[in-house]
């Protein structure tokens, strides 16, 4: 019942919220953008919880399906005030341009790789319709499964950490606002009440929605969900359960100076001067 009334309430289709859309003509237009298993469901809780936005009746939109609409462009030129659209769209450059000349706001969402990788590996093993389930299944252990996300296998076309890291890069000097998953999880997720309340305040400031104290505390109530269906454990850290010593060298050669970029430092920590 409860994951019935998120997706109403996510899509703006309770009682309502019709005649809000209609007469909220200067609500932003949101366009969310994270690489896969980085906390996608967080984020778009985060603005859709807000009452003035909600999602566009979409799928997620992707590399691989983008090309159904013809470009992000002819998306967003039929994106409406109070719209958001989530996506997992690698960057390009012209994808900025796009957003801006359409009035489009932009959220970008980083997690640790390091657990992105977990996440991915465990997201991908258990769903049986996955494009790579197969690949990922046919590995000998949860450790080779690990191993491959972050290595890679392009014969069978799978994604190292590196290069999925190398495809959404541009996303931090492209205008888009960066929030990292540790800062919005919040307490359900073994972060901090005081940063995740910061971290939706500078959400709404960059959508330029007034940052009410009230509205922010109501949010991050409700912030850390199960609602979603790809959801696992959406905590912080959880790599260093699945990570030997052996698979932290791999994914330090593999990535090199990528954490760094990305504003995490090599021990797992925050970078304490981002």
């Keep these: 019942m409860k994951r019935k009334f998120w997706t109403l309430q996510r899509f703006g289709l309770l009682p309502g919220d019709l005649r809000l859309r209609l007469l909220d003509r200067d609500a932003p237009k949101v366009f969310c953008v994270s690489i896969p298993k980085a906390g996608t469901h967080l984020l778009e809780r985060a603005i859709c919880l807000h009452p003035r ?11 691989g399906n983008v090309v159904r609409w013809r470009s992000l462009e002819a998306i967003v030129t039929n994106l409406h005030p109070g719209q958001t659209l989530v996506s997992h769209l690698s960057f390009r450059p012209e994808f900025p341009t796009a957003l801006e000349k359409h009035g489009v706001r ?3 969402l980083m997690r640790d790789p390091r657990d992105t990788v977990v996440s991915q590996t465990h997201f991908v093993t258990r769903e ?3 494009r790579q389930h197969g690949v990922f299944a046919d590995q000998a252990s949860d450790r080779d499964r690990l191993m491959l996300s972050i290595q890679g296998d392009p014969t069978r076309g ?9 495809r959404y890069a541009g996303w931090l000097t492209s205008g888009a606002l960066a929030v990292r998953f540790e800062d919005l999880v919040g307490p359900g997720g073994g972060g901090d009440a005081a940063t995740q309340e910061a971290a939706v305040r500078g959400i709404y400031r960059h959508l330029r929605l007034p940052d009410d104290p009230a509205l922010v505390r109501s949010v991050c109530a409700r912030l850390f969900s199960s609602d979603s269906p790809t959801f696992r454990k959406g905590s912080i850290g959880g790599w260093r359960d699945s990570f030997d010593p ?20 090599p021990t797992g920590s925050l970078r304490a001067d981002s």
Excluded: C, N, S
């Design 53 to 63: 936005l909600y999602r566009k009746l979409l799928p997620t939109i992707g590399d």
């Design 158 to 166: 799978v994604l190292g950490i590196a290069e999925r890291l190398d």
């Design 128 to 130: 049986t319709k996955h």
């Design 246 to 265: 052996e698979l932290e060298k791999l994914f330090e050669e593999t990535v090199q100076g990528r954490l760094e970029q990305y504003g995490y430092g």
């Design 106 to 108: 932009t959220v970008f």
